[in-house]
């Protein structure tokens, strides 16, 4: 599902003396089936960027546009539901939504909203506790009994229960130690590509950018500063800059051994097995011509 | 070594002392750390990292074994005593921020500790521009940034001039230019006062700036040393759910894709360095 | 509409009455709110009004957004006015609409009564608007001081009146986040049959207390390691300071009050 902001304006608090501006003349359009990286430091709307993407905020000016439906500044859009379905949020910090008594119920909150039956909302529950590697007994566990690290799993089984056609991902495994880190990325990155899913993720790890997304949009005081593929934003480094960003640790340590060694690798490397695999290659190409 | 500030000597603690079941969260743990050390305490989430911390600071007592801080055997007697001599920085930026006010936050211990007025305005602007957060006496915690919090956390801590400062994760729920600035404010106190930190992390970035690195897995400490040291034992470490530093990460997957690699370069500056060694050799 | 409240809400500023001292402040109104009930004719009453305007004006708070802000308080105050409006009897009838009858004295009571409420909404508004909730609560600590001598904990109340105003703004953000996150899995407070609503609050309160009973575990946790102990043996970091100005604002009261005394009938 293609998702299309048009000169996007957001004000947070409109005509008070708290008025405070978040967004300014946003366009960005995200690609149905792409996966989009959104970075750029905190404060700098990525947050309010998001919540458009599902309509929990509505422009202030310019308009929304979700799949078939739109969304104008100054009209009140009812119904949202239908939306809403289509486009799930995973929170920073998504256990903190977490509420039922159990975990099978907290997990099917958001499919039985949205009137899927509740057999179904069942099957798909406990497919997804296997899917998140959560023991099968977990199930019937009071959510609150559980570690951090599954309430994390539990929260964002939550929102995949609900089969939205595009995920959108905030900063999802803030706080998590590194395996459990890898092991969620990469269960989303699955999920983007076995379900053709449309994915947009919000972070501030350049690294997971480069690795997952193919566009990436960069955002600076509210507003969207450059779009574009994954490898043309990371290569440029003065752009980067002008934003206060570092490309990822790979993208520097190729620039520092090209230097270094006056050798180029055929493209930028955009995961660390991607660049040791270059480097190996370069470093023997490089060796036999010697 | 200089005198010790804090030990644990053979310290076992369980959560639940009846039920044998229960594995214990810390056992048979003994360390110590040197007046102006730099400590780093490892592990991934569950390994009993966070009862070490309550342990330290008089929130939980062990049932064997002796913590000892300061020169004093932790004790419900003495436990006023050495918290007044240590400062404590936790997880969450937002749930250790008491006072209104930036000031007031950073005056909340020196109130605790009857130090008079006169005195506590002198050292809430010292400790204030320690972490460099002198300009913002007046701030509100919901107009800071999180890193920004953390580093008036920090010098809530410094006001009260303590011995041993204790960082308990406190970088982990921020965002890459919070974590730096936390980082960069701690290496900066080291380097003018000495001071001896303890950091308990599952940063290994972090913990690569640190004298010492203990490894804890499963409430045992499974290794202790330089983290050159530590971290030569790569695989080890991502078998306990730690995650390499990316210089050596990257060696590993050089290694891996059949460039030779010694495995002796920790940064990313040195791998470089190796490899064009290794392209202009024959 | 929530966000457009400013009733309680402080805006940081330098004016002379932002200057003052929380204390000379809290006596302040609540002196005017006896001192009100002074007036009792045309020109008292007007000279309330032009106190009042003259405060806001040395509060250098815009009118217009005390005026937006402030927009429920006037609803009730509409209500009042009509309820005297049309239910006091008494003077020359004036006119009828339907059965209802309107007086002279009626009119004259609405007019009087809205103006009482208006004075006295703008005054309290005045001072948390140019108050920290801080400042506030350590006007109230002072001024409460004497009452610990029959044993109420003055300084447990302040404290806690103090951390729950900062973690206010904590608390709200964090409601606005479950809130969306709740609606983002299909939940829906904002409509449907009433039984629908209040069912829709249940996901949203348990976060909620599950969160704020965490903080509280921690803040406690980060309170006994810095050393509190309640408030014996404690020294203050906030030190208020009695000017010159205090004591004229007071007594610029004092002087208002009689000229209301002289002119009422």
């Known amino acids: 599902m293609d998702i299309l902001l048009k000169q996007v304006g957001y004000s947070y608090a409109k005509d008070t003396p708290f008025e405070k501006r978040a967004l300014t003349d946003v366009t960005l359009h995200i690609p149905s089936g792409s996966y989009t990286a959104i970075i750029g430091h905190t404060g700098s709307g990525k947050s309010t960027v998001l919540q458009h993407l599902n309509a929990l905020l509505q422009p202030t000016e310019g308009s929304v546009l979700i799949g078939e439906r739109k969304i104008e500044a100054g009209t009140k859009a009812k119904n949202l539901r239908e939306v809403r379905k289509k486009v799930g949020i995973v929170f920073q910090f998504p256990e903190q939504q977490l509420f039922d008594e159990t975990v099978l119920k907290d997990i099917m909150f958001g499919p039985l909203n949205f009137g899927v039956p509740e057999e179904e909302a069942r099957r798909r529950a406990i497919a997804l506790v296997e899917q998140l590697g959560l023991p099968e007994d977990v199930l019937e566990k009071s959510p609150f009994d559980l570690s951090g690290g599954q309430m994390r799993r539990v929260a964002i089984a939550g929102v995949l229960a609900m089969e939205p056609d595009v995920l959108v991902l905030d900063e999802p495994t803030a706080g998590l130690d590194p395996r459990g880190r890898r092991e969620i990325m990469d269960l989303f990155y699955r999920l983007h590509q076995e379900k053709g899913l449309t994915t947009v993720l919000v972070t501030h790890s350049m690294e997971d950018a480069a690795r997952y997304a193919d566009t990436v949009a960069i955002m600076h005081s509210g507003k969207c500063v450059a779009t574009g593929d994954v490898r043309e934003v990371f290569a440029n480094e003065e752009q980067l800059g002008d934003y206060r960003l570092e490309p990822p640790r790979t993208v520097r340590m190729q620039r520092e051994f090209e230097e270094k060694t006056g050798l180029t690798l055929d493209e930028l490397a955009l995961t660390e097995e991607a660049l040791a695999q270059s480097i190996a290659q370069a470093l023997k190409e490089g060796r036999e011509l010697k | 070594m200089k005198g010790t500030i804090l030990s644990f000597e053979q310290v076992t603690f369980t959560y639940a002392p009846e039920d044998k079941s229960v594995k214990p969260a810390v056992s048979d743990l003994s360390f110590s750390i040197g007046e102006g050390e730099w400590v780093a305490l490892v592990g991934h989430n569950g390994s009993g990292k966070s009862t070490i911390a ?21 004790s419900e007697e003495s436990l006023w005593d050495i918290r007044s001599q240590m400062g404590m920085v936790f997880q969450n930026p937002d749930n250790q921020f008491v006072g209104a006010t930036v000031q007031d936050d950073v005056a909340f211990a020196l109130e605790n500790n009857g130090v008079p007025h006169e005195e506590m305005v002198v050292r809430v602007r010292e400790s204030l521009q320690q972490v460099k957060m002198a300009d913002y006496l007046d701030h509100e915690p919901h107009h800071l940034s999180g890193g920004q919090k953390q580093r008036v956390a920090i010098a809530g801590a410094l006001a009260l001039r303590p011995r041993l400062l204790i960082l308990d994760e406190a970088t982990s729920m921020l965002d890459p230019q919070g974590r730096r600035e936390v980082i960069e404010t701690i290496r900066e106190l080291r380097e003018a006062t000495g001071l001896t930190v303890l950091s308990i992390t599952h940063d290994l970035e972090e913990a690569a700036l640190a004298d010492r690195v203990l490894v804890m897995s499963a409430g045992h400490k499974q290794m202790e040393g330089t983290p050159d040291e530590v971290f030569s034992s790569g695989e080890e470490l991502t078998e306990m759910g730690l995650d390499l530093p990316f210089a050596m990460r990257m060696a590993g997957l050089l290694k891996q894709a059949g460039v030779p690699m010694t495995g002796e370069s920790m940064t990313e500056h040195e791998l470089v360095e190796e490899l064009w060694t290794y392209y202009s050799s024959k | 509409m929530m966000e457009k409240m400013i009733f309680g809400r402080f805006i940081p500023g330098d004016s002379v009455v932002h200057r003052l001292d929380p204390r000379a402040k809290i006596l302040f109104v609540f002196l005017f709110i006896a001192i009100v009930f002074i007036a009792n004719n045309a020109i ?15 509060s250098k708070i815009r009118l217009y957004f005390l005026i937006n802000g402030l927009k429920p308080v006037f609803i009730l105050m509409a209500f009042t006015f ?38 006295l909404v703008f005054m309290t508004s005045i001072l948390t608007l140019t108050t920290s909730p801080i400042s506030i609560t350590d006007g109230i600590e002072v001024l409460l001081g004497p009452f610990k001598r029959v044993k109420l904990p003055v300084h447990e109340l302040a404290l806690m009146m103090s951390i729950s105003l900062r973690f206010i703004p904590t608390l709200m953000d964090e409601t606005g986040k479950i809130l969306k996150a709740q609606m983002a899995r299909g939940s829906d407070i904002g409509s449907g049959p009433i039984k629908e609503r209040i069912k829709a609050v249940v996901p949203l309160l348990i976060p909620l207390f599950v969160s704020a009973f965490k903080r509280a575990e921690d803040l406690a946790t980060a309170m006994e390691v810095r050393g509190y102990r309640g408030g014996e043996g404690r020294t203050r970091y906030r030190q208020l300071n009695w000017r010159i100005m205090d004591t004229l604002s007071l007594l610029l009261l004092v002087g208002f009050a009689g000229l209301l005394w002289y002119f009422r009938s």
């Open chain 3, 82 to 119: 009509f309820l005297h409006l049309f239910f006091t009897e008494g003077g020359a009838l004036l006119f009828s609409v339907g059965f209802v009858d309107v007086y002279e004295e009626g009119l004259r009571q609405g007019i009087f009564i809205s103006i009482r409420f208006l004075v």
């Open chain 2, 54 to 74: 309550k342990l330290m600071n008089g929130l939980l007592f062990p049932q064997q074994g002796t913590v000892k801080a300061m020169g004093l055997t932790m």
């Open chain 3, 44 to 58: 008292t009453y007007a000279i309330l009004l032009g106190f009042t305007l003259l405060s806001v004006f040395l």
